[in-house]
């Protein structure tokens, strides 16, 4: 794999320990031994074909032959590290990260040896318009589990042409089988591994269709015209000025920036005890307006920008075997003075594997899945 483009973060003091904790500890899905029953060697045209027949997607096409051939150019990274972990049936979105100037329009993945791939059109382009998603689906039917799927992704641009290539391996891993659980021993005065990282959120609609998705680092934006004063004399700016059309009177201002405000989670670690609590810490990043720091006489928008840790402590229900999981907070703790940071997360429906946690929740006649991996703490794409 190619070199690792760590983003920036910023930690406050109080999560340090914990993560020097954290990185002193081995990964726990390298403990976990291997069952036996995962595929090995390289696979041959009839079996890659039958793999592939089982891969879902929003939107595809089959295309027969091999994927068009793409030097590997460093230009392109995903967030799942070597492997892509799921589940039979679970519908999980796969990321892709490129440079602004690269536009993607679409992604061909091919299982290694199958004799066609598909050509999947992206489902959408994040706000940031430096990252595009997909989802897969696994049809349980169609391969017997665990099975570990050797896969090349090749996203192409507004031409179709190839401009990097991703080789991964697809774990499918069945909750039904046991083996492995959410629980770890500790309690929240003595954090050690933090075992969940967020891995993505999908709600869908009554259609099971995908309505909006959420990851790690994905960037909320939204941009505005705010009018302000460079003459800062009240009785020249703003000029009160009365609307015949509305009946109201308008404020005349002699300056108007554009100002881009964004949101952003850039983790979500969590871990559930074995005495009942649980530990979950967020990253948030914020950019706010700030109208003071404008300058309104040059048009330039001035801005708060923030990065807020959250550390959240509370009770969990879950025992092993559980196909439901509740949670309360009890406390929580933030660093920004006004208190203003943190969201809250939904109970229900749980399944886990050796390496994946999903919970899944009922929303208004929809329905939100929160995905994650057991995983060691990342902040990195990689290619």
Same mark, same amino acid.
């Given at each position: 794999?190619?070199?690792l ?7 406050s003091?109080?999560?340090?320990p ?10 726990p899905?390298?403990d ?9 060697g390289?696979?041959?045209e ?5 793999i592939s027949d089982s891969f ?19 230009l ?13 049936g ?10 602004a100037?690269?536009a ?7 299982v290694?040896?199958?004799t ?6 992206i489902?959408?382009?994040e ?12 049809d ?5 589990l665990?099975?570990?799927i ?8 507004q ?16 909750p ?21 990282r ?7 609609d009554s ?21 302000g004063c460079c003459?800062e ?6 000029q ?8 109201a ?11 881009g ?5 850039a ?5 559930f005890?074995?005495?009942g609590?649980f530990?979950r810490?967020?990253?948030?990043r914020?950019?706010?307006f700030s109208?003071?720091a404008?300058d ?5 928008p001035g801005?708060?920008?923030r990065?807020?840790?959250v #550390?959240?402590?509370?009770? #969990?229900d879950?025992?092993?075997?559980n196909t ?7 406390h ?7 208190g ?11 399944m ?10 009922g929303?208004?006649?929809?329905k939100?899945v ?10 990195v794409?990689?290619?």
């Amino acid at each position: 794999m190619k070199t690792l483009m760590k983003l920036r973060r910023s930690l406050s003091i109080l999560i340090v320990p914990a993560m020097v904790l954290f990185a002193a500890c081995s990964d726990p899905a390298e403990d976990i031994e291997d069952d036996g029953n995962s595929n090995g060697g390289e696979l041959t045209e009839e079996e890659a074909d039958k793999i592939s027949d089982s891969f879902a997607f929003t939107n595809s096409v089959r295309v027969t032959g091999i994927v068009p051939t793409v030097v590997n150019t460093s230009l392109l990274k995903t967030n799942s590290k070597d492997t892509i972990y799921t589940m039979p049936g679970l519908k999980i979105p796969l990321r892709i990260s490129h440079p602004a100037a690269v536009a993607i329009n679409g992604w061909f993945i091919a299982v290694k040896n199958s004799t066609y791939y598909y050509d999947v059109p992206i489902l959408e382009e994040e706000d940031s318009d430096t990252v595009s998603v997909v989802i897969l689906e696994i049809d349980p039917e169609r391969v017997e589990l665990p099975y570990d799927i050797p896969v090349e992704i090749t996203p192409y641009d507004q031409n179709k042409v190839p401009v990097d290539v991703i080789e991964r391996i697809v774990t499918v891993e069945d909750p039904v089988s046991g083996g492995c659980d959410i629980l770890i021993d500790g309690d929240t005065t003595n954090i050690g591994i933090l075992e969940w990282r967020w891995h993505a959120t999908v709600v869908f609609d009554s259609n099971d269709e995908p309505r909006f998705v959420n990851a790690p680092a994905r960037v909320f934006g939204a941009s505005q015209k705010i009018g302000g004063c460079c003459n800062e004399d009240p009785l020249v700016c703003p000029q009160a000025v009365y609307n015949p059309i509305t009946k109201a009177t308008d404020l005349i201002y002699d300056s108007e920036v554009t100002a881009g405000t964004m949101y952003s989670i850039a983790h979500e670690l969590f871990s559930f005890y074995k005495d009942g609590t649980f530990f979950r810490f967020t990253l948030e990043r914020i950019k706010n307006f700030s109208y003071d720091a404008t300058d309104w006489c040059n048009g330039v928008p001035g801005f708060n920008e923030r990065e807020s840790v959250v #550390h959240y402590y509370g009770t #969990h229900d879950y025992a092993p075997g559980n196909t439901s999981i509740s949670y309360a907070n009890t406390h929580s703790y933030c660093d920004d003075p006004n208190g203003i940071c943190g969201y809250g997360s939904r109970d229900g429906a749980v399944m886990v594997t050796c390496h994946m946690m999903v919970i899944t929740a009922g929303v208004e006649g929809s329905k939100e899945v929160r995905m994650y991996v057991r995983h060691t703490y990342s902040d990195v794409w990689d290619d």
